[in-house]
């Protein structure tokens, strides 16, 4: 079992930046690979980065590319997301994700991962 616990979200103006952290139990996680999702007010769920566990280059979403960036400290248990440049279309529940499989999996579905966080609250104003 894993548990991930978000933080870092809140009210930022638009341009500004924001690090999401992403804290998990348990002494697997450098074997999972972990994403972050996003759910803005009545949209789906979608993917906006992922990284696997053994390295390699990170997915990002085509709408956040350039701008966001996924980190991982495995020492930590930690995974991170960096936004900056921010836009109001930002604006979303944001949720990190773990996901048991092959080393350098990168899943960029929901699908795709085991474990979720309960989310934390990213609010871009104009």
């Known amino acids: 079992q894993v548990q991930l616990v978000e933080s870092g979200g809140g009210l930022v103006q638009a341009g500004g930046s924001l690090r999401l952290s992403c804290a998990t139990s348990g002494r697997t996680f450098s074997t999972y690979a972990m994403g972050w999702f996003r759910q803005g007010p009545g949209k789906e769920r979608e993917f906006v980065a992922a990284?696997?566990?053994?390295?390699?280059?990170?997915l990002y979403a085509d709408s956040v590319k350039g701008r966001f960036t996924i980190s991982r400290d495995n020492a930590k248990n930690t995974v991170y997301l960096q936004m900056s440049s921010l836009k109001r279309e930002d604006t979303a529940v944001y949720y990190c994700a773990a996901g048991a499989g092959q080393p350098r999996r990168v899943p960029t579905t929901t699908g795709g991962y085991d474990y979720w966080g309960q989310g934390t609250q990213v609010t871009v104003s104009s």
């Open positions: 990284i696997s566990w053994a390295g390699g280059t990170p």
